[in-house]
């Protein structure tokens, strides 16, 4: 099946820094991205929608100046959290969507962030 | 490393038959939490299973936890159009905190 990356797996930073996460469609084209955030033992929160070659669509509630994503290219979506504070500490996933039929979505490992 | 095995990977019912899709956990879990995406959207969150031997429903939907917090299933019972999707498991795995998510069901239903 289809392979979505994430890199890194995990990082450790100090606040005030900013840290660029990586997500890859490995065998396929995807046109769409999904960036999610997961705090500890609750359900996946959709934090934006990335298109690639347009701006990325924000949930209500996400700082975009914060949450930065690009989606360069049809294989590579980034979300760079930018001046990172404890409380950014957290799972963040990828999901990258093939377009059109059938529609299959591939979820990234998840890259766990810790900002001391 | 640890991963979330589900099946089967597609299937395709006739209306108003049931349908399971199986999830399974090399680790125990924490927890185990379901999604359903419908065709083009994004995953949207379902149910969380804390317990073991844990039984919730929800309508014609049936979710269950092993009792070693191991596997999961998700059961529809007479199966509708409404329910075409793609159903994904996702573990917390108990020694670390990492989401795991299975690769998904996808389901089709044949009016």
């Known amino acids: 099946g289809a392979v979505v990356s994430q890199h890194p797996s995990w990082v450790i930073c100090k606040s005030g820094t900013s840290v660029k996460i990586e997500c890859r469609s490995l065998d396929f084209q995807a046109t769409t991205m999904f960036w999610y955030r997961q705090f500890p033992k609750q359900s996946l929160m959709l934090m934006a929608t990335s298109n690639e070659g347009s701006k990325a669509t924000y949930e209500q509630g996400v700082e975009k100046d914060k949450f930065l994503i690009n989606h360069a290219s049809l294989t590579l979506s980034t979300l760079t959290v930018t001046s990172a504070h404890p409380e950014d500490s957290s799972f963040y996933i990828c999901?990258?969507?093939?377009?059109?039929?059938?529609?299959?979505?591939?979820f990234g490992p998840g890259t766990r962030l810790t900002v001391t | 490393g640890q991963q979330v095995m589900q099946i089967p990977q597609y299937q395709h019912v006739q209306e108003g038959e049931d349908f399971t899709t199986y999830c399974n956990s090399s680790t125990t879990l924490s927890n185990i939490q379901w999604y359903k995406q419908r065709p083009g959207g994004h995953p949207v969150f379902l149910i969380q299973l804390v317990k073991s031997g844990e039984v919730k429903k929800q309508k014609r939907l049936t979710f269950q936890f092993g009792e070693a917090k191991k596997n999961s299933s998700l059961h529809i019972t007479a199966t509708q159009t409404t329910d075409v999707g793609t159903y994904f498991c996702?573990?917390?795995?108990?020694?670390?905190?990492?989401?795991?998510f299975g690769a998904g069901t996808r389901l089709t239903v044949k009016p």
């Open positions: 999901s990258a969507g093939r377009t059109g039929w059938p529609y299959e979505q591939y």
């Open positions: 996702a573990g917390l795995m108990d020694n670390n905190n990492d989401m795991r």
